[in-house]
């Protein structure tokens, strides 16, 4: 069987996508104990080393590298900052890049990173990339354009070893036409209760999220889901929004209004319906949220990872 090594792995919404594609993993690793919690909830067979990347040094040989270094130096959620070390993660990736040296290898991260200030830390990472001896393209995906119930923008930088031949091409869209239309929010979360209690950020909607419009119908595609619960979006049963002014916008009823549940965020993402969140130690709602929302969604990462081309005898 083609084998994987994961690194900044979270919950596990990559490597739902590789082993949908017929990968088996080796090893993953994180630094967020939850997130190792959930992975194994699901994936109990994988070898998980829970610490910070830059202290393995080893790696198990495999034919396929992947990872989504974080991302709040690049994303518009968080704080952005093109010199924050945490920027520099790729450098970690790259060095057991070039320990393994698999066929391919699979990065994902925020589509801010193509903006222009942070556009020599991507040229950086192509550049080292490059030097490891493979052949790089990049692209960003929208994961709508895939089957996920949701839009969701995001880089993937994929890369052949020079050894083979072959330039990767990145998969074309297989949703959004008439034959087959966008999976919308009621496709992937109508069968579960409108009022989880417990299982929904229920804090005050602070003047930041009535800036700008929250909700999306049952019959649209999700606003991106994020892991910060306070900036969830809305579920379709809350009033609608109207815009007052420059970003200000307020309910149009004084109906109960809600954000995603941090299960309804997690079939957003395109996870399996019994996806687990395992109740150990480490658990919260925050939590909960944090993994789904730092996630890959696992049919994009399907999508990527098919697409390569066969490079496996
Ligand atoms: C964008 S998320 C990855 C999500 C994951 N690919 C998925 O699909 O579920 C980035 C991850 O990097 C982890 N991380 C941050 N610093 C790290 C470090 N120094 N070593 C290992 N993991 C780290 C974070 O805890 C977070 O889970």
Redesign the pocket.
């Known amino acids: 069987m083609r084998t994987a090594v994961s690194l900044?792995?979270?919950?596990?919404?990559?490597d739902a996508g590789i082993i949908n594609a017929g990968f088996n993993i080796l090893m993953a690793?994180?630094?967020?104990p939850y997130?190792k919690d959930t992975y194994l909830a699901n994936h109990p067979e994988t070898d998980y080393v829970l610490g910070?990347?830059?202290k393995i040094e080893t790696f198990p040989s495999s034919d396929l590298l992947v990872g989504?270094?974080?991302?709040q130096g690049f994303s518009q959620g968080g704080v952005r900052a093109a010199n924050r070390t945490i920027n520099y993660?790729y450098l970690d990736f790259a060095r057991a890049l070039n320990v393994i040296k698999p066929r391919a290898f699979i990065v994902e991260n925020v589509s801010g990173m193509v903006r222009s200030n942070y556009r020599h830390l991507l040229e950086d990472q192509i550049k080292v990339f490059t030097e490891a001896g493979y052949k790089v393209k990049y692209k960003v995906l929208n994961a709508a354009d895939y089957g996920v119930a949701q839009e969701r923008k995001r880089i993937f930088i994929v890369g052949i070893r020079n050894d083979y031949d072959i330039e990767y091409t990145f998969p074309t869209p297989t949703h959004g036409t008439e034959l087959n239309p966008y999976r919308t929010i009621e496709d992937a979360i109508l069968d579960l209760p409108e009022w989880p209690e417990g299982e929904f950020y229920d804090l005050d909607f602070h003047w930041y999220y009535m800036s700008r419009d929250r909700r999306r119908d049952w019959k649209e595609v999700s606003k991106t889901i994020v892991s910060n619960p306070r900036h969830m979006p809305l579920h379709p049963l809350s009033p609608t929004m109207t815009k007052l002014g420059d970003d200000k916008w307020a309910f149009t009823t004084e109906t109960r209004a809600r954000r995603f549940s941090y299960r309804e965020a997690s079939r957003l993402q395109g996870f399996a319906n019994d996806f687990v969140f395992p109740e150990t130690k480490n658990a919260s709602l925050n939590m909960k949220y944090k993994v789904v929302g730092?996630?890959?969604p696992p049919p994009l990462f399907e999508a990527v990872a098919k697409a390569l081309p066969n490079i496996w005898d």
Do not use: K, M, Q
């Not at 690793?29 to 967020?32: K, P, T």
């Open positions: 900044f792995t979270g919950c596990g919404g990559s690793n994180d630094i967020l997130a910070s990347v830059s989504c270094y974080p991302c993660l730092n996630a890959v």
